[in-house]
């Protein structure tokens, strides 16, 4: 097999209850049980005014997750959502229902699902090729093999942006995410200073055991949110455990992650 090692170079992890950056950490080691709490509303300083008041809950997920991850202006990102924003989605469907049928401009500005890419570019002013993608249920998994990809055939440092909001009321007897989630990992073929791991990553058919948390009072946003299936391994790299962690993936098929110390 190719080497397919990657260092991450970043983590962040945006949940209710975890927006703090040193709770998150204690959480993520096991140290402090995790409770859920309210959403701030996250409002993006690194935007204009002007911008800032269009954002939508799953831009400013997104953004947040980013925040304190130290990146490069050549880097490349890949946005990660299942649903993307269906907040905006109802709302235009609402509005459409309506004899007027009269859509907002920035609802419609809103609805596409590169959305947050876009505004991670005016925030940043960064240009550099992003992707933005959905698996349904496996999209965090897609997002990190897109994600490892780049890093291996461009040779750059890759931004992996991982989110979903809960689902609208009115929606949520097809869909339904118990809480809001947002993960962001800078992958790199270099060894960064602030380097926390190294991971590589095998497609798997052979049907194993997903790896479920370590804090176990994770478990509720693990199974509570697509997303969420990220977080046995971001906690694996916060604790520097050597271990192989195993998560769904498409067409049956597993993604076998070892993760090691670096």
């Not at 809103?110 to 550099?128: E, K, L, M, R």
């Not at 800078?186 to 791991?197: P, Q, V, Y």
Request: with cysteine; glycine share 6%; proline share 5%.
């Amino acid at each position: 097999m190719l080497n397919n090692k990657v260092y991450i170079n970043g983590i962040a992890v945006i949940a209710p209850g975890m927006e703090d950056s040193k709770k998150s950490l204690e959480i993520l080691k096991g140290n402090m049980d995790w409770y859920p709490e309210a959403l701030s509303k996250m409002t993006p300083s690194s935007l204009p005014a002007n911008e800032a008041r269009r954002t939508t809950t799953v831009i400013r997920l997104a953004l947040k997750a980013i925040d304190s991850i130290d990146y490069k202006n050549d880097t490349l990102t890949v946005f990660a959502s299942s649903e993307g924003d269906l907040d905006i989605k109802d709302k235009i469907c609402k509005a459409l229902s309506t004899k007027e049928k009269m859509v907002s401009p920035t609802l419609f500005h809103n609805s596409v699902h590169n959305t947050p890419a876009g505004y991670f570019s005016i925030a940043t002013g960064i240009q550099t090729p992003s992707v933005s993608l959905s698996a349904g249920d496996n999209t965090f998994s897609a997002g990190l093999i897109e994600a490892l990809t780049q890093v291996l055939i461009e040779k750059n440092d890759v931004l992996l942006v991982a989110y979903d909001n809960v689902i609208p009321s009115d929606l949520a007897c097809f869909r339904h995410f118990e809480y809001p989630i947002g993960i962001a990992l800078l992958l790199s073929m270099d060894k960064h200073l602030e380097a926390i791991g190294d991971i590589e990553v095998s497609v798997i058919n052979n049907q194993k055991s997903v790896t479920k948390c370590f804090n176990k009072s994770l478990e509720k946003m693990r199974i509570g949110n697509p997303i969420g299936i990220g977080l046995p391994l971001i906690e694996a790299l916060i604790k520097g455990t050597g271990v192989e962690i195993v998560i769904p993936y498409v067409n049956q098929n597993q993604l076998s992650i070892k993760v090691n110390n670096v």
